[in-house]
Structure formats: C-alpha cells, structure tokens
C-alpha cells in the first residue's frame, strides 16, 4: 500500500505540472489580448516595416518622390482645363478638385502592390516565424498597413505645397480617407498575397481590378461630363463617393449629403477588407 501511494504521488505531480503553466510563459497566440499589447504588438510591426523600407533607397527615392512628380507634372495641365469652366469645379481653386482625386489614385497604386512583400516574407519563413509568437494576428496586419499610411500623409503635405487651399479640418478629413482607402487595399492586398502567393499571379489580379476602379472614380475629370450607360457603371464604385466627399471636405461643406456617403462607404469598406484580411491571416497562421 505505501509502495503504491509513493509512486502514484509524484505521478500525480508530474502530470499537475504539465497541466500547470508557468507563471511567465508567454500567450498563446490564439488567445485574446488587451488594447495596450494590441498596441504595443502593432508598433514593433510597424517599425520593423518601416526600418525595411527605409533601408531600401529604391523606395525612399520613388515612395517619396512620387507624389511630387504627379503634382508637378500633371498640376499645370489640369490647372489649363480647370480655365475651361467644368461643372464641379470651383473656380480658382483646380487643386481643390484635382489633389482629392490624384490623392486617391496614388494611394490606390501605392498600396494596391504592398501584397508583394508579404509573399517574400512567406517565402523567406518570417510568416511562418510569426506563428509561434504571441503577437496578436490583427496587429501583425495593422503594422504593416501602417508603414504604408506614411506615404498618405507625404501625399497631402504635397498637395499644400502645390497650390492646394483648404481649411485645416477638411485637409485633416482628407488626410483620415486617404489612410482608411490605404489601409482598406493594403488589407486587400496582403491577403490575395497571402492567399496566390506568386508574384505572377498577384500582379494581373490588381491590374484587372485598379485600373477600371481608378478610371470610373472621376480621379481626374467629373464623371458627369461622360455618357449615361458609364455613369451608372461609376455608381458602383466606392472610390468615387469617397473622392466626392474629400472634395467635400476641401471645400468646407464637412455636413452636406456627399461627405456622409463618402463616410459610409469609406468605413464599410475598411471592415470588409479589414475582416477578409484578418481571416486570411488566421488561416494562414492557424
């Protein structure tokens, strides 16, 4: 009989202990964090992502400079149409209606293409690293999406030096829809990297899909002055009710119809996108 207890004790023990886990091991993934780790996780993403960037001088010249080469070279061009008295235009003011829509179609492009990093973090491991950390999978997406939120704000800051006069809160506005159509296509476009993972096949993917969206969002032109079969088709585009509702904003009617559209559908298709994201993350770490 004590034989017995004396073995059957420390096999007790030892199976308590393997149940038991230490004080200071670190969550599992899976489990939910809190709002201060959250942000904490989604800082060192993000300056990972963005001391990767900055060591590349290929993106530091072209990421930087390409907002001021759109200005530069297409602003005295719609400056010249702008004289021609196009509806929607207000009169003296071009860049309050040319910088939303050139905004947005850098920023479309800009982070349309981010998806390609992600497929050579997969391919190189670091993916497959993440997944026995306990970094919240949200912030690893919202780190990454954040380092591509600085080009936003070069992008605005560019268009004041070019001519563009605003009051301060609709330039802010502005600023908050270029990052959230940011975030929305670089959330779309880490998951189809995640998701193809071929740089073959992620490429033809975004083109078929940008360049019609970029076309029918009245980036440079209203879409009023085309015919009537294209402007049904450009009704159901987002990017032209958040286009319309920055010029909106620019223009000082921060209450009017157009901004609230323009908020609508700018938040839903963040949390679209955000949650299509976010799921692919999970499958992909799972």
């Not at 992502?49 to 719609?78: D, E, K, T």
């Not at 920023?107 to 491991?125: C, E, K, Q, T």
Request: proline share 7%.
């Amino acid at each position: 009989m004590v034989s017995a207890t004396t073995h059957a004790g420390p096999a007790r023990r030892r199976a308590a202990l393997g149940r038991r886990r230490p004080r200071h091991a670190a969550p599992r993934p899976h489990q939910a964090t809190s709002f201060p780790v959250f942000v904490r996780d989604t800082t060192l993403i993000f300056r990972r992502q963005l001391r990767l960037s900055l060591r590349n001088p290929v993106w530091v010249v072209v990421g930087l400079s390409q907002p001021l080469l759109y200005l530069a070279l297409f602003g005295p061009l719609l400056t010249r149409i702008a004289d021609l008295g196009l509806p929607g235009i207000q009169p003296g003011r071009p860049y309050n209606f040319f910088v939303p829509g050139l905004l947005i179609q850098i920023g479309l492009f800009g982070s349309a293409f981010v998806g390609f990093s992600i497929i050579a973090d997969w391919r190189l491991g670091v993916i497959e690293r993440f997944r026995v950390t306990p970094v919240s999978r949200l912030a690893l997406l919202v780190g990454r999406v954040l380092r591509d939120v600085v080009q936003a704000v070069i992008l605005v800051l560019a268009g004041v030096g070019f001519g563009l006069r605003a009051p301060v809160a609709g330039i802010l506005i502005g600023l908050g829809f270029v990052a959230i159509v940011a975030v929305s296509l670089s959330a779309t476009s880490y998951a189809l990297g995640l998701l193809l993972k071929s740089e073959a096949a992620l490429a033809p993917v975004i083109n078929m899909v940008a360049v019609p969206l970029t076309l029918l969002s009245g980036v440079i032109l209203p879409m009023s002055l085309g015919p009537h079969w294209l402007q049904t088709v450009a009704r159901f585009t987002p990017f032209g009710y958040i286009i319309n509702a920055m010029r909106a904003a620019f223009q000082g009617a921060y209450f009017s119809s157009t901004m609230l559209e323009g908020v609508y559908v700018a938040v839903g298709l963040a949390a679209l996108c955000l949650s299509l994201a976010v799921r692919a993350f999970v499958r992909e770490n799972a």
